[in-house]
């Protein structure tokens, strides 16, 4: 039997990749290797989640080899290797330091590495092990459902978290005649070099080397160094995966590049681990799914708390907004030309959530959030889009955009190799006009959430009704910091906090029949057509009546004044807020840095719905509506509604 050491592999006749060259296959990503790290590791563990398991655990553990294991690191780094007859070992600087740091990700209940240990074996229905020990970029014997990570190009970012360029991996699988097998190797991608008149790869492996490849250490034998090196053994029935980042990089994210940047502490990195986990793998990790991921953090053995929905206010409006996305329900943005649906689009409006994470910071996220998070269907953040901000620095908007199943492998190709982003540039044909037109649509719902849409073109009090009763006379001061009742945006239970998206839908809009949000952009290749309006008004049809005096809420953590209106049929209502002064009259001036309120919408009381923007067109019979004022403190102000059909 072969003793263990390590393999260089050597440019054969027929060419090869250098260990650069394999690198390079990220491009160069905006995201830091820590992050990157994160999201890769997380979505390749989430893809080989196993049927029958309601958890996925998946754990970063931060740390430095303990001096009962210190001999056995030093040993494994201190070999030469065999083929190329070097003596003095390839790790040369891990042999002498006094203390080795590694980064352990972990991953159970999942499949395992299986397969054939050779990349020229058979055909076989497993071959993990060759995507990920052996080759890159290969997808060969990923199963269909593996939408996310199949251990291709994304795995450099293993090695390059390694100072070295070393991972050593460890794993557990049961084969096809249901026994657990288990196999350890250790992997390094460093530079290409010479030796003698032979030129080598610069990609190494240390387990039972061969003439021509290396095999990794097998059962008892695998189990036998893993604990040697203080690597966590598998219990009872489990399998999974661990690999372990040696000497990782722990560069400082926020600050800028040079030529030595500094490193995060150890505690430090850790908590940037915990944020970058919860910013990105968040829609995963939600415990009411029906299989969730549980991530957990340790910085030298110290457990690092994690945010998520139930903590956090930003992650809680997303999450929120993510599973009227679950449910069915939101808004459907389309395609018109060729016509398509594209995906579910979902929102909640913030009011006091402010993000501070530094891992946050590197998606986009700060202060109150803008954002869209993208979701393709293996449900992990592809990225945040970032929109207009509203007026007013304490109130955001938190929402997800989900591409319809259909789609799925259409928006996965326009994803580079780190999947963070559509790129349409990548396709050609009707694929690049659904992923270019999802990018108009994200950019109309922003400009509408942020306030942006809803006061473009509208004429605000310009209309004279005869009536007091009909013009509200109400001076209204605006709403203190404490003590207001937080009301949901839905009197339903169960239903969304939204737009419920009925089984009928008119047009691309995904309001209920008989009502639209917004007027339909027109005049460009991929745009819907506009919304309903009424021909125009009848002949002794009533306008618009105010019911009841306005009165204070709070909706989704947004302060607003409700006022009740009858519409006495089909009509196209427009509402408008101004700030008046303390004579009476309309302010001519905003001064410089206030803040306005405005009209977010109107609310249907029988089931709770919500139509946001300024303007409402309904097609039935009367009815009574209630108009939303986003609410401003220490301001007095009209309200005042108009029919225009």
């Given at each position: 039997m072969n003793e263990p050491g390590w393999y260089a592999q050597p440019f054969r006749a027929d060419g090869g990749i250098t260990a650069s060259g394999l690198l390079s296959q990220l491009g160069r990503p905006s995201l830091s290797r820590l992050t990157l790290l994160v999201r890769e590791a997380a979505q390749n563990s989430w893809d080989a989640r196993l049927p029958g398991h309601p958890v996925v655990p998946f754990r970063l553990?931060?740390?430095?080899?303990?001096?009962?294991?210190?001999?056995?690191?030093?040993?494994?780094?201190?070999?030469?290797?065999?083929?190329?007859?070097?003596?003095?070992?390839?790790?040369?600087?891990?042999?002498?330091a006094t203390a080795i740091r590694y980064l352990a990700v972990s991953d159970r209940g999942t499949s395992g590495l299986a397969g054939p240990t050779r990349s020229d074996a058979g055909r076989t229905e497993r071959r993990e092990w060759a995507r990920f020990v052996l080759n890159s970029g290969d997808r060969d014997g990923a199963s269909a459902s593996s939408s996310g990570g199949?251990?291709?190009?994304?795995?450099?970012?293993?090695?390059?978290?390694?100072?070295?360029?070393?991972?050593?991996?460890?794993?557990?699988?049961?084969?096809?005649?249901?026994?657990?097998?288990?196999?350890?190797?250790?992997?390094?991608i460093r530079?290409?070099?010479?030796?003698?008149?032979?030129?080598?790869?610069?990609?190494?492996?240390?387990?039972?080397?061969?003439?021509?490849?290396?095999?990794?250490?097998?059962?008892?034998?695998?189990?036998?160094?893993?604990?040697?090196?203080?690597?966590?053994?598998?219990?009872?029935?489990?399998?999974?995966?661990?690999?372990?980042v040696v000497d990782p990089d722990l560069t400082d994210p926020s600050l800028p590049d040079s030529d030595a940047p500094p490193e995060l502490s150890v505690a430090d990195a850790g908590a940037f681990l915990a944020d970058a986990a919860a910013w990105n793998l968040w829609p995963i990790m939600l415990t009411d799914r029906a299989v969730h991921m549980a991530v957990r953090v340790t910085a030298n053995g110290v457990d690092i708390k994690v945010p998520d929905a139930e903590s956090d206010a930003a992650l809680a409006f997303f999450a929120s907004a993510y599973r009227t996305v679950s449910e069915g329900s939101g808004l459907m943005l389309a395609c018109g030309k060729p016509r398509m649906e594209l995906g579910l689009f979902a929102h909640q409006y913030t009011y006091g959530a402010s993000v501070t994470s530094l891992a946050a910071r590197e998606l986009g996220l700060e202060g109150a959030p803008h954002h869209v998070c993208l979701l393709r269907g293996p449900e992990l953040v592809v990225r945040y889009h970032s929109g207009p901000e509203r007026s007013n620095p304490d109130a955001g908007y938190a929402a997800v955009f989900r591409v319809n199943d259909d789609l799925d492998q259409t928006f996965a190709r326009a994803e580079p190799?780190?999947?963070?982003?559509?790129?349409?540039?990548?396709?050609?044909?009707?694929?690049?006009?659904?992923?270019?037109?999802?990018?108009?649509?994200?950019?109309?719902?922003?400009?509408?959430?942020?306030?942006?849409?809803?006061?473009?073109?509208?004429?605000?009090?310009?209309?004279?009704?005869?009536?007091?009763?009909?013009?509200?006379?109400?001076?209204?001061?605006?709403?203190?910091?404490?003590?207001?009742?937080?009301?949901?945006s839905s009197l339903l239970p169960g239903t969304s906090r939204v737009v419920m998206a009925p089984a009928r839908q008119d047009d691309v809009s995904g309001a209920p029949p008989g009502l639209a949000p917004f007027p339909a952009p027109?005049?460009?290749?991929?745009?819907?057509?506009?919304?309903?309006?009424?021909?125009?008004?009848?002949?002794?049809?009533?306008?618009?009546?105010?019911?009841?005096?306005?009165?204070?809420?709070?909706?989704?953590?947004?302060?607003?004044?409700?006022?009740?209106?009858?519409?006495?049929?089909?009509?196209?209502?427009?509402?408008?807020?101004?700030?008046?002064?303390?004579?009476?009259?309309?302010?001519?001036?905003?001064?410089?840095?206030?803040?306005?309120?405005?009209v977010y919408g109107w609310r249907i009381p029988a089931d709770g719905r919500i139509v946001t923007g300024e303007v409402l067109y309904h097609s039935g019979d009367a009815v009574d509506v209630e108009m939303i004022v986003i609410a401003v403190a220490d301001v007095l102000i009209d309200i005042n509604v108009v029919g225009r059909s």
């Open positions: 553990d931060l740390s430095t080899v303990g001096p009962g294991h210190v001999a056995a690191w030093r040993r494994m780094f201190s070999l030469g290797s065999s083929s190329t007859g070097f003596t003095d070992g390839i790790f040369h600087r891990l042999t002498k199949t251990y291709g190009y994304g795995k450099s970012a293993l090695f390059q978290l390694s100072k070295v360029g070393c991972v050593l991996v460890y794993t557990r699988f049961e084969d096809e005649g249901g026994d657990l097998r288990s196999r350890f190797i250790g992997v390094a530079e290409a070099f010479w030796e003698d008149d032979s030129r080598y790869t610069g990609r190494h492996w240390w387990g039972l080397p061969e003439e021509e490849h290396c095999e990794p250490l097998l059962d008892a034998h695998a189990d036998t160094i893993a604990r040697e090196l203080g690597i966590p053994g598998f219990q009872a029935e489990e399998t999974g995966t661990t690999l372990i190799p780190t999947h963070d982003g559509w790129e349409y540039q990548q396709l050609q044909g009707r694929e690049a006009t659904f992923v270019r037109t999802a990018g108009r649509r994200l950019k109309e719902q922003c400009d509408r959430l942020s306030g942006a849409q809803a006061r473009r073109a509208v004429k605000v009090g310009a209309y004279a009704l005869g009536s007091v009763a009909q013009r509200l006379g109400h001076l209204l001061a605006g709403p203190g910091g404490f003590g207001t009742a937080v009301l949901p027109r005049g460009d290749a991929g745009e819907g057509g506009g919304a309903w309006e009424p021909a125009g008004r009848r002949r002794g049809a009533r306008r618009p009546t105010l019911t009841s005096e306005p009165y204070f809420e709070v909706i989704d953590g947004l302060p607003v004044i409700v006022q009740r209106v009858r519409l006495h049929g089909p009509d196209r209502v427009e509402g408008s807020v101004r700030v008046m002064t303390g004579d009476g009259g309309a302010e001519g001036q905003t001064p410089t840095g206030a803040t306005q309120p405005e």
